[in-house]
């Protein structure tokens, strides 16, 4: 039960995309279509933004989208602002012993 | 609106036991899973443990199962997190989490503001 493998920080400017990638196996992203994504500004909560590889919840801007190529999930922020910049978490279903298993966390910056 | 009040948090030396809650209100308690995820100071986010909305499926992350019971009582609203041989390393933010399905994973969808473990001597 390893944490997905996410990169450590991502930027770019405002107005421009940026992609996250959160691998794992084919034990939990691989082998399901659970995948959430979680935006967490340090002292709040963290939000949920992506659920089940793409769905977005009510809400969640559309600047905000999912999928998934075998063991690698990715998260794609369009249109950069500033409120984006916060630490990002994927997390996924693990199977197993009923695991769910997060990933490393990548901070995004907002030149 | 849906809350999840966490409590039960404080300073604990190792080896000793604590018992957290999650008080909720704001929704049907027994429509969602619910479940229990960390994050230690500077670190990222951990799963610790889950239950769905009747107790049939449970799961822990390996590096608390035999220490940690997590349980909810659906009459009272409230989920529980029972530590006991606490570590050092469970020092952590402690967060309650609601999913969004009875099941048992598919995404939380709200999340409580957190209550502070700190295990030391």
């Known amino acids: 039960q390893s944490a997905l493998t996410q990169p450590p920080s991502a930027s770019g400017s405002p107005g421009q995309s940026v992609t996250i990638s959160c691998t794992g196996t084919?034990?939990?992203?691989?082998?399901?279509?659970?995948v959430s994504w979680y935006q967490h500004h340090p002292g709040k909560a963290p939000k949920l933004i992506i659920d089940e590889v793409t769905n977005r919840p009510s809400g969640v801007p559309d600047r905000f989208s999912g999928s998934k190529s075998g063991n690698t999930a990715s998260l794609t922020v369009s249109g950069l602002q500033a409120e984006d910049e916060a630490d990002y978490y994927c997390?996924?279903?693990?199977?197993?012993?009923?695991?769910?298993?997060f990933g490393t966390g990548t901070k995004v910056t907002v030149l | 609106e849906v809350q999840l009040v966490e409590s039960g948090g404080g300073l604990v030396q190792p080896g000793r036991s604590l018992r957290l809650s999650c008080a909720a209100s704001g929704f049907t308690f027994d429509d969602h899973a619910l479940h229990w995820v960390r994050q230690a100071p500077g670190k990222g986010l951990e799963w610790v443990a889950g239950?769905?909305?009747?107790?049939?499926?449970?799961g822990y992350a390996a590096s608390v199962r035999g220490r940690f019971t997590i349980s909810r009582d659906n009459a009272k609203n409230s989920l529980y997190l029972q530590m006991n041989s606490l570590r050092a390393e469970d020092t952590a933010l402690y967060y309650c989490?609601?999913?969004?399905?009875?099941?048992?994973?598919?995404?939380?969808?709200?999340w409580g503001q957190g209550t502070l473990v700190t295990v030391s001597s």
């Open positions: 239950v769905s909305w009747n107790s049939g499926t449970i």
């Open positions: 997390s996924s279903y693990a199977g197993g012993k009923n695991f769910v298993v």
């Open positions: 084919s034990s939990d992203v691989g082998g399901y279509d659970y």
């Open positions: 989490a609601r999913d969004w399905s009875q099941s048992y994973y598919r995404g939380f969808d709200y």
